[in-house]
T-cell receptor, first 110, second 113 residues
């Protein structure tokens, strides 16, 4: 599976959009990009995933560049409850085997 | 039911004890996973079950023994653990395949004394 690079930490103001970048320059054609988050002491929570096209759901939007070498997770209106570690994962495993990297610690402040 | 349920939530065990962690899902998911997470570290994959058969063992020591009695249930049997095995143990499930996300349980916090 391709390796991902994320910033160690980010701060975001409550009510503003949070844009979380992820680099995955070695991604191959059959690998998906997945985003999860983990609020302190809880299990990880699935957010969104995509292959080539941009995706949106009730939680977030995922923007994948045309060359697929990077992506951005967008939380449109950050709240204090969005404070968490956000993991960007790339995987093409047929059983969706996911290997977590270090992630980005996002702190939303009032 | 859209949850993965893990029991117990907390467990303290001695190094000579035998205990089991339990994970249950009723979403019809065909893949189930065990992860281990140490403090301030990301989750590390331990085992993958697909269609109730062990498909991946990430070189986990034999003192951890997984079992999948049926499509809804996943156990992790623990024996002769060491204090460094203290961690949060997470279970997850998915329909299988790349085009789905995982559903994680809230974990069992294990302390080995």
């Amino acid at each position: 599976d391709a390796k991902t690079t994320q910033p160690t930490s980010m701060d975001c103001a409550e009510g503003r959009a949070a844009n979380l970048p992820c680099n995955h320059s070695t991604i191959s054609g059959n690998e998906y990009v997945y985003w999860y988050r983990q609020i302190h002491s809880q299990g990880p929570q699935y957010i969104i995933h995509g292959l080539k096209n941009n995706e949106t759901n009730e939680m977030a939007s995922l923007i994948i560049t045309e060359d697929r070498k990077s992506s951005t997770l967008i939380l449109p209106h950050a709240t204090l409850r969005d404070t968490a570690v956000y993991y960007c994962i790339v995987s093409g495993d047929s059983w969706g085997k996911l290997q977590f990297g270090a992630g980005t610690q996002v702190v939303v402040t009032p | 039911d859209t949850e993965v349920t893990q029991t117990p939530k907390h467990l303290v065990m001695g190094m000579t004890n035998k205990k089991s962690l339990k994970c249950e899902q009723h979403m019809g998911h065909r893949a189930m996973y065990w992860y281990k997470q140490k403090a301030k570290k990301p989750p590390e994959l331990m085992f993958v079950y697909s269609y109730e058969k062990l498909s991946i063992n990430e070189s986990v020591p034999s003192r951890f023994s997984p079992e999948c009695p049926n499509s809804s249930l996943l156990n992790l049997h623990l024996h002769a653990l060491q204090p460094e095995d203290s961690a949060l143990y997470l279970c997850a499930s998915s329909p299988g395949g790349r085009d789905y996300g995982y559903t994680f349980g809230s974990g069992t916090r294990l302390t080995v004394v």
